[in-house]
């Protein structure tokens, strides 16, 4: 069985190196490479992927019990090269605590499967970047 649901985000420019995303609920998202106190694309993509995980992991786990602690650190090489640029050696590490009893054991013993589960099957933001999605780009003149 297949499902196919376009998602997409309009952008803005609103100076120099710096944009604005908006869903289709209206959020805004303001960045971009010259932003201040803003996310870079970069970090977006990183954040992504860690929160795409986060999503998946926390419902799994928080079934059995809530967490005490719960971080991910997604990190990446930026390669700059005669090839182009491009993130390499992406890492995601997860710092989960539950509490001490029945339930916080059974919530621990769900992470590894929850962390696995998401990695193989549902984070759509990792697992396209691991897929090596083409991206195809238009130009619409907007005169």
């Known amino acids: 069985m297949s499902e196919t649901v376009r998602r997409s985000v309009t952008m803005e420019r609103l100076d ?9 609920d209206g959020i805004e998202l303001t960045f971009g490479s010259m932003a201040e106190d803003a996310f870079s694309p970069v970090e977006l993509l990183l954040a992504a992927i860690g929160g795409c995980s986060a999503v ?8 059995r019990a809530d967490p005490e602690r719960f971080e991910i650190e997604v990190s990446a090489d930026n390669v700059r090269d005669d090839t182009g640029n491009r993130l390499e050696d992406i890492e995601m590490t997860f710092r989960v605590t539950f509490p001490a009893g029945t339930d916080g054991d059974k919530a621990r ?5 929850a962390v696995r ?23 619409e003149d907007g005169a």
Not at 56 to 63: E, I, W, Y
Not at 109 to 113: E, F, G, T, V
Not at 117 to 139: F, L, W
């Open 56 to 63: 998946d992991v926390d419902l799994m786990t928080t079934r």
């Open 16 to 24: 120099t190196g710096v944009y604005r995303a908006t869903n289709p």
């Open 109 to 113: 013993d769900r992470l590894p499967a």
């Open 117 to 139: 589960n998401s990695q193989e099957r549902t984070c759509t933001a990792s697992r396209t970047v691991e897929a090596g999605t083409p991206v195809t780009v238009h130009i």
